[in-house]
């Protein structure tokens, strides 16, 4: 079957060609002082390189960390105060674990990829001595006396963090009052992506190397598409969540996000595996992901399911333009097209919405309801209807949620990758509407001063499947709509495939160009 046969009766396909035509050249953006191809000064090319290559300059001794480390401050000076990625900047911490990265580098010790390279974590990862709000206005001046086991390994690893990236309250959905908005750096006037928006905002931006989202329907690969970066949601229990400000126990995944897929490789090394502080990570494997993607282009033999009714319907002409042109690519790159059929999603939200319902609750035990008044509109009134949710509803969702995902897992345990768009861009979704996409921020603000209402929830049945069932998957580029704002596709996967996800978008990422177009930020947005 070609792949312009997955195409559905209802989608125009002259629309979908002047799209692949719009997307051929990213317009300048003067709003923003954007333009797209020529990165401008020698040092705003390196800081838009891979970590993977800063790592190998770093060991060279062609830079220090520490001079590294001043670009990427001097960057961050320039340009954050209008993008708003970051709640907080780590400057003296960041400058010591600089310096620290290059005393070792000097004596020879290199403990990984990530030794001297500037990242940043959102901001609901506790860090020792820093606050650590969680987007709450409650939070504002918390300072955690522990770092999370996240942060921990990264320091480990040798990493330099640079910030604390800025994100949604509470990592749901709406943004609080007391925080600005992250702005997205191809058009400015267009939402980020959320709950991880910081993370997808600096990255895509140039202000860091990589970041740590986490993702509870879709929080670390919305923003990573809508930024044009790559981004990982791993295996449930692949990465501890100990000392991360939690949404939903059983649906939240802590994960890595970069502009390269090795990039995040490297990342998703460095945070993997058991922690005795987290339960759930009891069966997490460690991982050497990065290793694995060295020379490989090739995906002969690798079967790649596609569902025309899950992943080309209800979705905008410029992501069926990229579903299209990455089908071709891995054709050419040797792997075979299989139709898969997956379980229906209609009941995705009555599985999703009831269980994060219920364990919010949990997780804002010591909040809500004595600090009620200094929530946000929308999460205040859906801490209240949360209230609603009985222990029977709740049962009934996990009753049908296992049910579903067992069927899910098995339709991916058929093929090595299921493609699908990287995320639902705007439009409806049976009753329910999705708030995500490439909304104004005047839209978003508009939906969520005013209340919570069950028609406006925010799921995504192309990337909630995943955190319900616990399955890996990786957001890919894949192009850019005539507005000049990028698309992405997913590669997902049963259950610890993360290797095999990596290695697909990596093998389709060198055969497309997107890697090397970023946002060329020559001024500070206005």
């Known amino acids: 079957?070609?792949?312009?046969?997955?195409?559905?009766?209802?989608?125009?396909?002259?629309?979908?060609?002047?799209?692949?035509?719009?997307?051929?050249?990213?317009?300048?953006?003067?709003?923003?002082?954007?333009?797209?191809?020529?990165?401008?000064?020698?040092?705003?090319?390196?800081?838009?390189?891979?970590?993977?290559?800063?790592?190998?300059?770093?060991?060279?001794?062609?830079?220090?960390?520490?001079?590294?480390?001043?670009?990427?401050?001097?960057?961050?000076?320039?340009?954050?105060?209008?993008?708003?990625?970051?709640?907080?900047?780590?400057?003296?911490?960041?400058?010591?674990?600089?310096?620290?990265?290059?005393?070792?580098?000097?004596?020879?010790?290199?403990?990984?990829?990530?030794?001297?390279?500037?990242?940043?974590?959102?901001?609901?990862?506790?860090t020792k001595g820093v606050r650590t709000t969680a987007g709450l206005a409650q939070r504002a001046n918390y300072v955690p006396t522990t770092d999370a086991t996240v942060v921990a390994r990264l320091r480990r690893a040798g990493a330099v963090i640079v910030g604390k990236a800025n994100l949604c309250e509470g990592a749901m959905s709406a943004y609080s009052r007391n925080y600005p908005i992250p702005v997205n750096p191809w058009v400015a006037d267009r939402w980020p992506g959320g709950s991880s928006s910081g993370s997808g905002v600096a990255v895509a931006a140039g202000l860091c190397f990589g970041s740590i989202g986490t993702d509870t329907g879709g929080s670390i690969r919305w923003p990573s598409c809508q930024n044009g970066i790559v981004g990982l949601k791993p295996t449930f229990g692949q990465v501890s969540r100990y000392s991360v400000f939690?949404?939903?126990?059983?649906?939240?995944?802590?994960?890595?996000?970069?502009?390269?897929?090795?990039?995040?490789?490297?990342?998703?090394?460095?945070?993997?595996?058991?922690?005795?502080?987290?339960?759930?990570?009891?069966?997490?494997?460690?991982?050497?992901?990065?290793?694995?993607?060295?020379?490989?282009?090739?995906?002969?033999?690798?079967?790649?399911?596609?569902?025309?009714?899950?992943?080309?319907s209800g979705i905008e002409p410029a992501q069926i333009v990229a579903v299209?042109?990455?089908?071709?690519?891995?054709?050419?790159?040797?792997?075979?097209?299989?139709?898969?059929?997956?379980?229906?999603?209609?009941?995705?939200?009555?599985?999703?919405?009831?269980?994060?319902?219920?364990?919010?609750?949990?997780?804002?035990?010591?909040?809500?309801?004595?600090?009620?008044?200094?929530?946000?509109?929308?999460?205040?009134?859906?801490?209240?209807?949360?209230?609603?949710?009985?222990?029977?509803?709740?049962?009934?969702?996990?009753?049908?949620?296992?049910?579903?995902?067992a069927a899910f897992r098995d339709e991916l345990r058929r093929v090595d990758t299921v493609l699908a768009p990287g995320g639902r861009v705007g439009g409806r979704i049976g009753p329910e509407t999705f708030y995500g996409g490439f909304s104004t921020l005047g839209e978003l603000t508009t939906t969520y001063s005013n209340s919570f209402s069950p028609p406006l929830r925010p799921i995504d049945p192309l990337a909630a499947p995943m955190n319900l069932a616990g399955t890996p998957s990786v957001c890919l580029p894949a192009g850019f709509d005539d507005a000049g704002l990028p698309t992405g596709v997913q590669f997902a996967g049963e259950r610890y495939t993360e290797a095999m996800q990596l290695r697909i978008a990596h093998a389709c990422e060198q055969a497309m160009p997107w890697r090397d177009r970023h946002p060329n930020l020559l001024s500070a947005p206005s």
């Open 1 to 126: 079957m070609k792949s312009n046969e997955w195409l559905g009766a209802d989608i125009d396909r002259r629309a979908a060609l002047q799209v692949l035509i719009a997307s051929a050249a990213v317009p300048l953006l003067p709003s923003l002082g954007l333009a797209e191809g020529a990165h401008g000064t020698d040092g705003e090319t390196m800081l838009y390189g891979s970590l993977d290559d800063m790592a190998s300059a770093l060991r060279r001794g062609d830079l220090t960390a520490v001079e590294l480390l001043e670009r990427q401050l001097d960057r961050i000076d320039r340009l954050d105060g209008a993008l708003h990625s970051y709640l907080t900047v780590m400057r003296e911490s960041a400058m010591a674990d600089a310096r620290r990265a290059d005393t070792e580098f000097r004596a020879g010790r290199v403990r990984s990829a990530l030794q001297g390279i500037p990242v940043s974590v959102k901001d609901l990862c506790n």
């Open 246 to 312: 939690g949404l939903s126990h059983s649906l939240d995944h802590v994960g890595p996000m970069a502009r390269r897929v090795v990039d995040v490789a490297h990342l998703f090394d460095a945070i993997a595996g058991p922690d005795a502080l987290d339960a759930s990570t009891k069966n997490a494997r460690s991982s050497a992901s990065a290793a694995a993607l060295r020379g490989a282009t090739s995906l002969k033999g690798v079967r790649v399911g596609v569902d025309d009714a899950y992943a080309l």
């Open 324 to 405: 299209q042109r990455v089908i071709d690519v891995l054709r050419d790159l040797g792997a075979t097209i299989v139709p898969v059929r997956l379980p229906s999603m209609d009941a995705v939200a009555a599985q999703l919405y009831p269980t994060i319902q219920y364990e919010v609750l949990q997780e804002h035990a010591r909040l809500y309801p004595s600090t009620r008044e200094q929530y946000g509109e929308f999460f205040r009134e859906f801490l209240d209807a949360s209230k609603q949710i009985a222990p029977a509803v709740y049962a009934k969702a996990q009753q049908d949620r296992a049910a579903f995902s």
